[in-house]
């Protein structure tokens, strides 16, 4: 019983980083109304960064946040202001942008394979660093630390989108823009900009999330891929666009995982989400907390 | 038999009540025309009727039979065919090919399809611009090529959302030509319009909405001539010609 | 002369050198780069039934090779069914599962089709290589299934030579077309484009546009599933990675956009113009830099989307036509 409980911890803490990676994905589709198929990617680089942060500096993972932030949050707004930009406006007429969603698989490749070419396939990890492989122990229960700073990370940064969505003119703009983007241009919101800085704010999202992986999560080319597609099935289980969606779905995905594993083989564990996902896509395909549309 | 009935319709967006409680009928072979302010919620009713939409509460029959929840491929299958008051034009199709979509609701060959089509395309003088692509086309004509695709369809009831926004006046006279011309091929037609002078040239009766609401049912002079019309939407100096 | 007739012509030459190509290509290794080039332009031919012509994104469509591969594969290996059978077989189970997926979500947005197929590859894949015995059917896991060349003969779709399988999957190559120029000029294809286009006037003008997307991702699916037993019975090994990979997926869906999807040449000419970088990046820098024909290919993908959406075939099918009408105006030329 003790088992369940500490498996059900560390999995709703693992979630909880799942959840943060989701979240960038969840916002980018929420103003920009596409899916980044390149967000694993994203993600996959920010654990570079850091990995790099930290092994030429040898300081603390978490402070490595100071360089990854900026640097995925100018990555991401120029990806989006150079490259998908172009697509948007050609497809202006157009109901659903599925070009972008081309374009970011194309993204998806070249990141994954210029990152295998320059750096190889090996598996790389932060051996001597603070927060490897340390555990706190709580009634009996061993809870995984680099996991619990990855949730409280991931509470303070959907916190702080959260304020700053609600707060800050930029914030109101940006819900403006996502809600009628016509309207909100109208109104003087210029909507390209719009796009450009949220995607920024994604992009360095997924920056953070990597950051909260790289203390114990392998660091490799394709690392992206896992949990992009992750990312996918937690966005549509909580609802594109909803952010308390994304954590939610997170982690169910978390507990399913931690918990499975007592009773089944890993295998059908994985199994399982991609079912339930599929679950979901037949029957409640905007999610949980997601918004209807009207088709 | 009416051509169409509707019965108390409601139609909810939320806590928004778009349509409120809007009953009319059309015989068959009449144009009925449905003016009101922007906002009033005219194209939601015609949505509603044509499928796009499913009501909140009331009925809808189409010669006597409940569409309430029909698709709109089935709905144009039984004879009710509708334009877009935002065209909607398979932009990178030649006319011809758009029109042949519309053809083939009525047979399963595409020669047949593509001789009905050059036939309509002929009837509403767009046959020199068949090979055209439909993104190249001048407003008027995407409106024409818009009503051509809805008539490929050999409908029964043809519902017209603003077919003269945007035309000079020569071209609305024109429109007015083809709508009268639709009619004594035997189309019954209802139509949303805001060129005044248009409708009330070429509908029998007009409905007259207001927030939802109909607030005028008539001929196009007692419409024209009823004080709430005029204080909604017609302003006092207006004159039926 | 008339256009059309000018068009039939100009192909002769092409069906004649891809009949006469194996009496006059001697060479083993050439022979099998070029039956996977075909194998490949198959592929991306049948993917764009759904991705072209019904406007919708599939990046899973590896699954159905997979499905198609293992399927003849195990009945074959188990119970000694002859692989022609296996592929039907394959294919109808391919369709089923095509439908599936499809059924709920084509009626949504194409990001979320896009999203279950990738989801259902995904999952196919982790439970292939996971597992050894799917009720009585051994896969047997990351491993592989392994066809030995013991029974030679058509019935068991099984060649010494190359040649054979070069002619096979050329006549499936030219059958796979045909259908596509078919159904481009029938009422589904009509229905298809114009779903894929403006699905709501579309819908307005009699179009069930989720049902003709069902219809083409059932053939698609199906046709899929018949080259994965091809290519099992070619290369004689099978294991997930192979058949039921992520990158095959988006390999075959990138070809078909950077050619250009909703075309019927399009397919064909991404497969010519990509295998061959695909090949020599693989021969020359598989070593030294690997995975960098991925690199490129991702690189012309965003080029062509954002300066030639239509694809690369969209200038070369414009001149081509432009030629012909050239030759077909002038009546002193020709017959």
Known sequence: MLYLLEDTINGILMGSIYGLTALGLTLIFGVLKVINFAHGSLLMVGMYVAYWAVALTGLHPYLALILVVPVMYLFGYYLQDIVIKPIFKAEREVREPITVIIVTTGLWYILDNVTLLLFGPHYRTIQANPLRGKMLELGGMLISVPKLWGFVTALITAASIYWFLQRTRLGRAIRATSLDRDAASLMGIKQYKVYNIAFGIGTATAGIAGVTLVPFYNVFPSVGVLFDIKGFIIVVLGGLGSMGGALLGGMIVGVIESVGPQFMAATWTEAIVYGLFLLFLFVKPSGLFGVRYDW | MKMLEVRDLVKDFGGLRAVDNLTLALDEGEILGL???????????????????????????????????????????????????????????????????????????KPEAERKALDILHYLHLEDKKDVLARNLTIADRKRLEIARA?????????????????????????????KDLRDKGVTLFIIEHIMRAIMAVSDRVVVIHFGQKIAEGTPQTVAADERVIKAYLGEEYGVS | MKQERLQVLSLLPVVVIAFGLPLVLRSPTYLHIIILLYFYAYLTTSWNLVGGFAGVLPLGHAAFVGIGAYTSTVLSLQYGISPWLGMIIGGVLATIVGIIIGLPTFKMRGAYFALATIAFAEGFRVIVENIDYLGP??????????????????????????????YIILVMLGGVLALTYLISRSKLGYYLQAGGEEPEAAMSLGVNVARCKLIAMAMSSFLTALAGTFYAQFTLYIHPKSVISLDLSFEIAFIALIGGRGSIAGPILGALLLRPVSDLSRIYFGSTLPGLHLVIFGIVLILVMIYQPRGLQEPLTRAYHKLLERLAVRPAVGV
């Open chain 3, 137 to 166: 059917f051994n896969l047997n896991g990351p491993r592989g299934l392994e066809i030995s060349p013991l029974n030679v003969g058509l019935t068991n779709l099984m060649f010494n030579s190359k040649e054979p399988y070069y």
């Open chain 2, 151 to 179: 008539l490929a369809t050999e409908p029964k009831l043809l519902l017209l959302d603003e077919v003269m926004a945007g035309l000079r006046p020569t071209e609305v006279d024109e429109m007015v030509r083809i709508i």
């Open chain 2, 35 to 109: 003016i009101g302010p922007n906002g009033a919620g005219k194209s939601t009713a015609f949505n509603c009727i044509a499928g796009v939409y499913q009501p909140t509460t009331g009925e809808i029959y189409f010669k006597g039979e409940k569409i309430n929840n029909e698709r709109p491929w089935n709905l144009c299958k039984s004879g009710l065919a509708r334009t877009f008051q935002i065209v909607k034009p398979f932009a990178s199709k030649t006319v011809l090919y758009n029109v042949v979509v519309g053809s083939f609701a009525t047979t399963e060959k």
